[in-house]
Structures are given as structure tokens and as C-alpha cells.
């Protein structure tokens, strides 16, 4: 149920920027965690970390990162059906705080302190997830153009907390508790510290949330989904014909973007991994923490989603705005694009060459990172109003939930994907991406008027 400020007015609702805050410290909290961990992973153990091999820790990075995306769709169930999403976002950011905690307690306790941080981020993460991004939605009316729009600024403050996560969680682990030799080299990095500054960002979103939510929300998001009736027609009834059709085109969308995200997320696996390895990371002789190239896709998020949002208003205004599945088609046709700069950086290199010297641009990476921005605005907070516009009420977080199966089902392709970058070579791996992702994108746009159709007047 919507609230009296998401009538058709100009401005967003005060709740939508508690919600913004809220978002940005716990996805501050995941991605300073998640820009060390397969540097963690697999640094020597003499050196911090635990002492795996680049296939085996872009492996766990993958199954780690997609259970993360799976969790979502029972805690969004939980939500829906039981405990509330404001009950549910309490639990998850607690879970996931502790998990952090745990994480940073490793070197005391031993590496089962690190599987147990990790499985508690994981079904923390089940309870956040799904239920913070339903309520952005139950703040707007159905037909409200507001709603892309909120939803891009909305996904503003989850890159504003990925931007300054890796900075502050890199520098920690890399530089600032390091234990450097003479010349400056790291002997030793001190990745717990990095694990500390990501819960402690977990603790700061939670004490914000629920101090304000009340104030802000009111009872959005505190209770179950209730069956309601809606032009005489009980909720509780069977799915109508309609909301079949529309729940389709949400698992069809689904499939797609599945590609995306396999891309997507090598960043913080194989591309991580190639950046500290093969880019020259060396400006005005500083040596770049290799976590902090996490920060760049963040940053340009922070910069263009006020760009991609008032484009989608100014369209809309117009009566010209691109449908969903369009939008989301352009952004798999823009990531495959960000890939062939990859190829860039490997042919400056003279190919899949193993000498650690030879370095690329770095240019090569933020080229590959902006235009990987770019088809991320098309696609992510579009998908995440789209389930919002769709999804049948009573299923409103489960069905987000689902969304994120997507992403649940990349990150374990893209672990194994990465793990054949040492394998096949990085050529082979990036040329394969980007044809993929590429021309999975244009069947979505020849696909895209059935789609429309089946989204009976909720696909524009």
C-alpha cells in the first residue's frame, strides 16, 4: 500500500532517501568485504590470506557471491508471507554484521571464523535484499512515472556505499595496517582491518534505519502483504490471465539478464584479479591499491545515474520513453561493448603473456568499467522497479526475489568463467563474453513487442 506522499507530484517521498541511506551502508558494508575477498583468498598465508590458488579462490568468490542472490527469494517469502519487510531488513543487516565480525575475528579464531562470516553475510543478505528494494516500490502508486526515476536514485546510494567501500576497506587491508618491507612492498596485509570497517558500516545503516523508518515510513514494509481487494477482485483469488502473462515476462526478463551479470561480476573476480596482475597501477608513483578499481564502477553510477534518471523522466514526459525490455537489451549490448577494451588491454600486452612486467593501460579498465556502467543504469534499477510494476502484490518480495536468482546463477558461471581466464587466456575469455552478452541482447530486443504485450499496460 502506497503512502499519502506518493501521489503524482514532482517530488519523491522523504522515506525514499531513508531507504537511499539505509542501502548505501550495507552495500558499504558488502563491497568493502567483497573488493578484498578473492585478493584474501588467495594471497599466501604468510601474507594474510588463506593460501588458495586464483582458480579455486575465483570458485568460492562465485559460489560465495551467487548464494548470496539466492537467499533473497526465501527471505522475500518470509517477508511477504510472515514477519514483514522492515522485520526482515532488521534481521538481515544484523546477520550480515555479525558475519563481518566474524570474518574479522579469523586470524584469533581460526579460518572457520571465515566460513562462518561468509554463510552469515549469506542468508543475512536473504533478509535485506529483496525487502528494502520492495518498499522503494511500495512508495508509489501504480502508473506513477516517479517510479524509474526513484528507483535509479534509489540505486544511487547503493553505488555511493560500493564507491567509498573498497577505498576505505582497501586501504585498511592494503596499506594502512600492512606490514611493508624496506622498499615499500607488502609483506604481509592486514585484511581483517578491511573486514572490521565493512561491519562496522553494517552497524551504522542499522542504527539509521531503525531510528528513522517510523518517522519516515510510517507502517510501509512493517507488516505482511495482506490480501487486498482491488476493483471488487479478491487478492487471495487465483492468479488472473494477466498476472500469469506478467509474471512470465518477470522469469523470461530473468533468464536474460543472466547473461549480464555473469559479465558483470567478473569485476570483482577475474578483472580483479587481471588488475593486480597485468595493469599498470603505478600513477605519479603511487602504487594503486588493487581493491580500490572496485570504486570506479560505484563512482561513475554516482555520476551518471542523475544523467540516465532525468533522461528516463524526460522521455517519459515526452510519451517517448523506451520500454523495459529495450532498455534492459541496451544494457547487455553496452557491457559486451565495455569488454572489447579488455582486448585493448591484452593486445597492448602482446597477448596471454605471463611475465607479470609487462603491463597494460589502465585506461583499457576504466573504459571497460564505464561503458559496463552504462548498461548497468539500462538494466538493474530498471529490472528492480519492473518487479515492482508486475509482480502480484502477495508475491511482491518473493518475486524480487527471483529477480536476484539472476545474479544467484552469474556469480557461479562467472566463478568458473574466471577460473578459465589462467586456463584459456584472457583473450578467449573477454572475446566470448562480449559476442555472448552482445548478441543475447539483440534477441531480447527482437523479443521485446511480445513482451510488451504480455506486460498489459506495464511495460512502458
Not at 498476472?243 to 549480464?260: A, G, L, P, Q
Not at 552482445?438 to 504480455?454: D, P, Y
Request: glycine share 12%; proline share 3%.
Amino acid at each position: 500500500m502506497a503512502t499519502e506522499a506518493s501521489t503524482q507530484t514532482q517530488k519523491h517521498p522523504k522515506g525514499l532517501y531513508l531507504l537511499f541511506f539505509a542501502e548505501m551502508w550495507e552495500r558499504f558494508s558488502y563491497y568493502g568485504m567483497r573488493g578484498i575477498l578473492t585478493l584474501y583468498l588467495s594471497a599466501q598465508v604468510i601474507e594474510g590470506g588463506l593460501g588458495f590458488s586464483k582458480d579455486n579462490a575465483t570458485l568460492i568468490y562465485g559460489w560465495f557471491t551467487g548464494l548470496v542472490y539466492f537467499t533473497p527469494i526465501i527471505g522475500g517469502y518470509l517477508a511477504d508471507k510472515y514477519i514483514g519487510q522492515r522485520r526482515a531488513i532488521l534481521i538481515g543487516g544484523v546477520l550480515m554484521m555479525l558475519g563481518q565480525f566474524s570474518l574479522f575475528a579469523t586470524p584469533n579464531f581460526g579460518v572457520n571464523a571465515t566460513w562462518l562470516g561468509l554463510l552469515l553475510i549469506i542468508i543475512g543478505n536473504g533478509f535485506f535484499k529483496p525487502n528494502i528494494s520492495t518498499i522503494v516500490g511500495q512508495l508509489y502508486e501504480q502508473g506513477d512515472p516517479r517510479r524509474d526515476s526513484a528507483f535509479t536514485i534509489f540505486y544511487m546510494g547503493i553505488n555511493v556505499g560500493a564507491f567509498f567501500a573498497p577505498l576505505v576497506c582497501g586501504y585498511l587491508a592494503e596499506d594502512y595496517f600492512a606490514t611493508k618491507g624496506a622498499d615499500g612492498k607488502i609483506l604481509k596485509y592486514a585484511f581483517e582491518y578491511g573486514f572490521l570497517a565493512a561491519g562496522i558500516g553494517m552497524l551504522t545503516g542499522q542504527i539509521i534505519f531503525n531510528a528513522l523508518a517510523q518517522k519516515y515510513l510510517g507502517d510501509v514494509g512493517l507488516y505482511p502483504a495482506k490480501p487486498e481487494k482491488i476493483d471488487g477482485t479478491d487478492q487471495n483469488a487465483p492468479l488472473t490471465k494477466e498476472e500469469i502473462d506478467r509474471t512470465s515476462v518477470i522469469f523470461v526478463i530473468t533468464i536474460f539478464v543472466t547473461f549480464f551479470w555473469a559479465g558483470f561480476e567478473q569485476a570483482g573476480g577475474s578483472l580483479n584479479l587481471y588488475t593486480r596482475d597485468y595493469i599498470n597501477r603505478e600513477v605519479f608513483g603511487f602504487l594503486i591499491p588493487t581493491a580500490w578499481f572496485q570504486s570506479v564502477n560505484p563512482l561513475f553510477i554516482v555520476l551518471f545515474a542523475p544523467v540516465i534518471s532525468a533522461l528516463w523522466l524526460s522521455l517519459g514526459k515526452k510519451g517517448k520513453d523506451l520500454s523495459i525490455p529495450v532498455k534492459m537489451s541496451l544494457g547487455m549490448i553496452l557491457l559486451g561493448v565495455g569488454f572489447l577494451f579488455m582486448l585493448g588491454a591484452v593486445a597492448e600486452r602482446g597477448g596471454d603473456v605471463k611475465d607479470i612486467g609487462i603491463k597494460a593501460s589502465l585506461f583499457w579498465l576504466i573504459g571497460t568499467y564505464l561503458f559496463h556502467t552504462l548498461g548497468e543504469l539500462c538494466l538493474s534499477p530498471v529490472g528492480l522497479s519492473m518487479i515492482t510494476r508486475l509482480a502480484p502484490v502477495t508475491y511482491a518480495s518473493m518475486l524480487m526475489g527471483v529477480w536476484f536468482l539472476s545474479p544467484f546463477v552469474a556469480q557461479i558461471a562467472g566463478g568458473y568463467i574466471g577460473a578459465y581466464v589462467e586456463k584459456l587466456g584472457a583473450l578467449t575469455i573477454f572475446a566470448s563474453i562480449a559476442a555472448f552478452v552482445i548478441l543475447a541482447g539483440l534477441v531480447l530486443l527482437a523479443i521485446s513487442r511480445k513482451l510488451i504485450t504480455m506486460m498489459h499496460g506495464r511495460g512502458d
